[in-house]
């Protein structure tokens, strides 16, 4: 059928009359109008549909390339001061070995309580007790307590509580308690005091 021929069948029927219910009814000038229309809608539906879901891949592929240069960004800056961390670790190592050092190990500790006692004695003290206390396991390291009780002038246990602080191995002192040493007066304190020196724990690191 020509164009022209198709136009004016198409001007000739009354769209009202139409039978929806019958569309094999329909004139073939009405059919293939209503084809051509429902083929171009699913045709904008799927190009719709299409572009809709390429956007969407779109925008997730921006994202991730978003993600991808800021991964990229800070693993550059890693590198450019992987040196300078390196030799911080190695500092840091260095520092730690010093620590460890300063830790006395158990074969070691009869001569810190050698040193805390000699330096008693050289400030002029009297030693009442001095013993070790069990030892408080910790994660990284144990603690082992050493009760104090010296006698002497309040300069005297100034200076040796400054001695012991003093040593080359670390002790840390708490629970200070000071009291005449004789009720009845005179110038003699007496101080009781709990000394903690460490030790490293490395079955605790190895956990």
């Given at each position: 059928m020509k164009p022209s021929e198709w136009l004016e069948s198409l001007r000739n029927v009354d769209f009202n009359d139409l039978d929806t219910s019958n569309i094999?009814?329909?004139p073939p000038a009405v059919k293939s109008l209503a084809g051509g229309l429902l083929m171009v809608l699913v045709l904008a539906l799927g190009y719709n549909f299409f572009i809709s879901d390429l956007e969407n891949q779109l925008e997730l592929k921006r994202e991730e390339e978003i993600t991808l240069k800021e991964q990229f960004a800070s693993k550059a800056r890693m590198a450019a001061n992987l040196e300078l961390?390196?030799?911080?670790?190695?500092?840091?190592?260095?520092?730690?070995?010093?620590?460890?050092?300063?830790?006395p190990s158990d074969t070691e500790v009869p001569g810190l309580l050698e040193d805390i006692t000699r330096t008693g004695l050289g400030s002029g003290l009297e030693f009442e007790e001095i013993?070790?206390?069990?030892?408080?396991?910790?994660?990284?390291?144990?603690?082992l307590p050493i009760q104090?009780?010296?006698?002497?002038?309040y300069h005297d246990l100034a200076t040796f509580v400054s001695g012991v602080a003093?040593?080359?191995?670390?002790?840390?002192?708490?629970?200070?308690?000071?009291a005449?040493?004789?009720p009845e007066?005179?110038?003699?304190l007496r101080m009781s005091i709990l000394a903690k020196t460490y030790r490293y724990n490395d079955k605790g690191l190895q956990k």
């Open positions: 094999g009814s329909w961390y390196t030799q911080q670790m190695k500092e840091m190592e260095n520092s730690f070995g010093v620590l460890l050092r300063q830790l013993k070790l206390l069990p030892e408080v396991t910790q994660q990284f390291y144990i603690e104090i009780t010296v006698t002497g002038a003093g040593l080359p191995r670390i002790v840390t002192l708490h629970d200070f308690e000071l005449p040493a004789n007066g005179g110038p003699k």
